[in-house]
């Protein structure tokens, strides 16, 4: 009599057990570095900024997610409750994701500038100061596609790798970035919740974002 381990296991299976232990080391790998980096940023003084809010605060999110969500810079909001896309702009997400169908759990996001500051106080040190920390974070989830909130979160990747487009600002298009990494541009989190014209190119690039994801996961 033969015992059930007695059955050799089809290769197919096998495959599928390799491919699940390889995701697992990956996203293991992925919380790790992602944790690490939450406690440097936390600690960052690299600019005055750190000094007019609680502390920097790192992005949250699925540390393999293919889509990374980047505005501009903490908000209040945010900084108070020590959680990036806290408030109307995260509300504003979450409701657009559902509309659409996207799962917003398979999203990363975060701040150009990881520190509470008005927009118009924003300068070119600023970003500069937080370029290792946005650089690393998309070192690590290795995002196809970032959907890049004001001119600001434009200029911050532009410091990482150059835009080949000399007007690389251009709101409501898909333009290529990093390696084979693509970007969705529109303007400010803060002006597409208070313009009505902003708030039409938010949609359109959250559908533009929806069709793109769902390209390259067929």
């Given amino acids: ?3 059930l381990n007695d059955h050799p296991v089809s290769p197919l299976l096998n495959e599928q ?5 390889l995701f697992e080391e990956y996203l293991d ?3 790790a570095e992602t944790l690490l980096l939450a406690k ?3 600690t960052c003084k690299a600019c005055r900024l750190h000094a007019l809010c609680n502390e920097p605060l790192p ?3 699925y540390p393999l997610a293919d889509i990374l969500v ?3 810079a903490v908000t209040k909001q945010e900084d108070a409750e020590r959680v990036a896309f806290f408030g109307e702009i995260g509300e504003a997400l979450r409701s657009g994701f ?3 169908g996207l799962d917003i759990t398979d999203v990363y996001g975060t701040n150009a500038v990881k520190c509470s500051v008005p927009l118009k106080d924003i300068n070119e040190t600023n970003i500069k100061a937080c370029k290792e920390h946005l650089e690393t974070e998309i070192e690590i989830l290795q995002p196809r596609i970032i959907l890049a909130m004001g001119e600001f979160s434009i200029k911050a990747l532009n410091a990482i790798t150059p835009f080949e487009e000399e007007n690389y600002f251009n709101p409501g298009k898909i333009i290529n970035w990093g390696q084979g990494i693509k970007v969705i541009m529109t303007h400010s989190s803060q002006d597409a919740l208070r ?3 902003f708030k039409k190119e938010f949609w359109s690039a959250l559908k533009l974002l929806k069709n793109y994801n769902k390209n390259i996961n067929n």
């Fill in 1 to 3: 009599m033969h015992s």
């Fill in 17 to 21: 057990s390799k491919i699940e232990e």
């Fill in 29 to 31: 790998k992925a919380i």
């Fill in 40 to 42: 440097k940023i936390q």
């Fill in 59 to 61: 992005g949250a999110g």
């Fill in 70 to 72: 980047l505005k501009e």
């Fill in 98 to 100: 559902k509309k659409l």
């Fill in 195 to 197: 313009n009505q014209t």
